[in-house]
């Protein structure tokens, strides 16, 4: 159980397009999910919580104009990245809480995006 | 800030010997601790947790243990296995609260 998938696992993009990583939580219901992007060898960053119905609370730094993240159903959330240039090109991992009363996330396989 | 820290970037390990991954915290409010799994290109992958009313969590190969006076946790691997070759991160959440705290992890490399 508690299995996240990303779909799409690889993507390239020309500078100035808009690209949608969503995320499912397939075998459980998520009422919230995280959005992370790691760069070569550093850290996750967390870059927005995203709670189902409600609009996503993003972390300091990061623009939510460029980085639209919807959560609308209890299985699905999506991050877009919009009019992405060169210095987007990263790995964007996205998790969810399996209930409200863990603390537990369960991470999908990330999407590697490559911005041309 | 770096709330959660892991100073040691790397560690290489006989198979069969003990792994040991350290990890320290500043926030003395964080109540529940986490280990993750990464390889390259993929997701992490939970290993195991311990909430801060225990000092010890066991779970196969894999031991938590929790110093609260030291705001220090490490995670023991025995017997350490080649297919335990991972980066590892700590994580560090508040009950409820919902976000982690990640450290920088550790690359584990364990040689057969």
């Known amino acids: 159980g508690a299995v996240v998938s990303q779909h799409p696992s690889w993507v390239i993009c020309k500078s100035g397009t808009s690209v949608k990583i969503e995320c499912r939580s397939l075998d459980f219901q998520a009422t919230t999910m995280f959005w992370y992007r790691q760069f070569p060898k550093q850290s996750l960053m967390l870059m927005a919580t995203s709670n189902e119905g409600s609009k996503a609370t993003y972390e300091q730094g990061v623009e939510k104009d460029k980085f639209l993240i919807n959560h609308a159903s209890l299985t699905l959330s999506t991050l877009t990245v919009t009019s992405a240039h060169p210095e987007d090109s990263s790995f964007y991992i996205c998790?969810?809480?399996?209930?409200?009363?863990?603390?537990?996330?369960?991470f999908g396989p990330g999407t590697r995006l490559t911005v041309l | 800030d770096q709330q959660v820290k892991q100073n040691s970037p790397s560690l290489s390990v006989q198979e069969g010997r003990i792994s040991i991954l350290n990890c320290d915290y500043t926030n003395s409010m964080f109540d529940y601790f986490l280990w993750y799994k990464k390889y390259p290109a993929e997701g992490p992958t939970f290993l195991i947790s311990i909430s801060s009313i225990k000092d010890k969590n066991e779970d196969g190969r894999f031991t938590v243990f929790l110093n609260k006076s030291a705001k220090h946790l490490s995670l023991h691997i025995v017997p350490s296995q080649p297919g335990d070759s991972a980066v590892y991160f700590c994580a560090a959440t508040l009950t409820s609260y919902g976000k982690l705290t990640f450290g920088q992890g550790t690359i584990l490399t364990v040689h057969p």
């Open positions: 998790s969810a809480l399996l209930a409200v009363s863990t603390d537990t996330q369960y």
